[in-house]
């Protein structure tokens, strides 16, 4: 079975470009979740997705982020403008929707820099 | 929401010694609690979860406790080996909802 993939593994993009991050989650998973590390920080929550649904975006820093799921599969990331501080390690996880496990499933990451 | 603290932020054991990673959580609707490590390079991966309605749970070298009374949870990892050294990430959630995570706990396992 295959994980969870992010695409592109690194980025690397001037203050005020645009960049789109992509997740494909494990296939069957309803759950897509998006976090973001700051090197020596916490695994910051973003947002989460069920389905193509927006379950909980509280924690999108701003409206410069715009995440998308359309028809419940992949997901993408838009962040327009980037700004330094977005600069960080952007994970997508993906969990079933079954109550024998909550277990998240995470991908390898995308390395944002900004510079 | 959801606040979850962790400590020590970095850890360095002897080989064969225990390491010991504990985490307080702040909603009291909280029912599941994952342990994840990152080795540098890869990506988390869940080592050891927790539910609400257990107490301690062990899987070989690696045991979880959790204190709902006193909303804190801890990592114990015994007989550590050098391929233990990792940043460890404890978590708190309510099922699938509001998971947050720790800032983690670099461990460093010295031969």
């Known amino acids: 079975e295959a994980g969870v993939t992010q695409f592109p593994s690194h980025s690397v993009i001037e203050k005020g470009q645009t960049v789109t991050l992509r997740c494909d989650p494990i296939?069957?998973?309803?759950?897509l979740y998006w976090y973001r590390r700051v090197m020596g920080k916490e695994i910051k929550f973003l947002l989460h997705?069920?389905?193509?649904?927006?379950?909980?975006e509280s924690g999108m820093p701003n409206n410069r982020f715009l995440a998308e799921r359309t028809g419940g599969t992949y997901s993408t990331l838009k962040v327009q403008p980037a700004e330094l501080e977005d600069s960080g390690v952007y994970f997508c996880a993906s969990s079933q929707d079954h109550s024998m496990s909550y277990e998240q499933y995470f991908g390898p990451g995308t390395r944002l820099t900004v510079t | 929401g959801e606040n979850v603290e962790q400590h020590p932020s970095t850890l360095s054991v002897q080989e064969g010694d225990s390491a010991v990673i504990k985490c307080t959580y702040s909603?009291?609707?909280?029912?599941?609690f994952p342990w994840y490590k990152q080795e540098l390079g890869k990506r988390p991966q869940l080592i050891i979860d927790i539910r609400s309605n257990v107490g301690e749970k062990k899987d070989q070298r690696i045991a979880v406790t959790l204190n709902k009374t006193a909303k804190h949870f801890s990592l114990h990892i015994t007989e550590t080996q050098p391929e233990d050294s990792a940043v460890y990430f404890c978590?708190?959630?309510?099922?699938?909802?509001?998971?947050?995570f720790g800032a983690g706990t670099r461990l460093t396992v010295k031969p």
């Open positions: 978590a708190a959630s309510k099922a699938f909802y509001d998971m947050r």
């Open positions: 909603d009291s609707a909280s029912n599941y």
């Open positions: 997705f069920v389905k193509e649904s927006k379950q909980d």
């Open positions: 296939s069957g998973h309803d759950n």
